[in-house]
């Protein structure tokens, strides 16, 4: 199970960040076990947002139920929803971030 997740958080930060994912699996490894699977959830997609619950056939649509221009994704939330603009902007400093932004979070 474990090397599962390590496999798949690797696949997720080497293709959307490209970059340093031993250490972000090192730091992910030191949460506690509510915060590490929070974290893997949300790394999967397989959380309670829309797109998720749309391909398990629980949603009649996938977009986002705050701006509806988009699939509700995490990435989407983090990067994109013009919704949390001013919020993005106030806790991160951008209105709109890059996914290669959010590496740095
Ligand atoms: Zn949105």
Redesign the pocket.
């Known amino acids: 199970m474990l090397s599962q997740i390590l496999d798949r958080s690797r696949r997720y930060f080497a293709e959307f960040h490209g970059y340093q994912w031993q250490r972000a699996a090192s730091e992910a490894l030191e949460l506690n076990r509510k915060n590490l699977c929070i974290l893997v959830l949300a790394l999967t997609g397989q959380c309670g947002l829309n797109r998720h619950m749309f391909n398990l056939k629980l949603q009649d649509t996938d977009l986002?139920r705050?701006?509806?221009?988009?699939a509700?994704t995490p990435l989407?939330?983090i990067c994109?929803?013009?919704?949390?603009m001013h919020k993005r902007s106030t806790l991160l400093g951008k209105h709109i971030m890059q996914p290669e932004d959010a590496k740095f979070l």
């Open positions: 986002c705050l701006c509806k221009e988009a509700e989407h939330l994109s929803c013009p919704a949390l």
